[in-house]
């Protein structure tokens, strides 16, 4: 599980038995906000546009699995569909940096985009 250090608290894992979207999402309120929070758009370096599609739903927290990435770094996410933005934890995934993303639950939620859709993300690295 990735350590959120833009959250005011860890999300906690959600518990065995957790089948809705909301039961998943153990992020508070307080996450939530900072983490859409106006980043500075001048800062950060576009890394690339991801098709990316839903990660484990048992991770909590604001993350990107990405393989435009070889180390952790801060970063965030926008979609240009919706316009929204969400300051993320970039995580290293094997593969070719043409190949698709992950992202949590959570900063999916805040995107605005469907669970299901593959939606293509801008991801920067802060």
Same mark, same amino acid.
């Given at each position: ?42 800062? @950060?370096?576009?890394? *690339?546009? !991801?098709?990316? %599609? $839903?990660? +484990?739903?048992?991770?909590? /927290? ?32 094997? @593969?070719?940096?043409? *190949?698709? !993303?992950?992202? %949590? $639950?959570? +900063?999916?939620?805040?995107? /605005? ?14």
């Amino acid at each position: 599980m990735v350590a959120p250090t833009r959250l005011e608290s860890a999300p906690k894992r959600p518990p065995a038995s957790a089948r809705t979207v909301e039961q998943f999402d153990t992020t508070t309120t307080q996450d939530r906000a900072a983490a859409v929070a106006a980043p500075d758009q001048g800062k @950060g370096v576009l890394l *690339g546009r !991801s098709v990316t %599609s $839903l990660g +484990a739903p048992t991770e909590a /927290g604001f993350w990107v699995k990405t393989p435009l990435v070889t180390t952790r770094a801060k970063g965030r996410v926008t979609s240009p569909q919706t316009g929204n933005s969400v300051q993320v934890d970039l995580i290293p995934l094997g @593969g070719e940096a043409t *190949g698709g !993303s992950q992202i %949590s $639950l959570a +900063a999916m939620r805040l995107l /605005g985009v469907a669970l299901t859709d593959l939606p293509e993300l801008d991801i920067y690295q802060q």
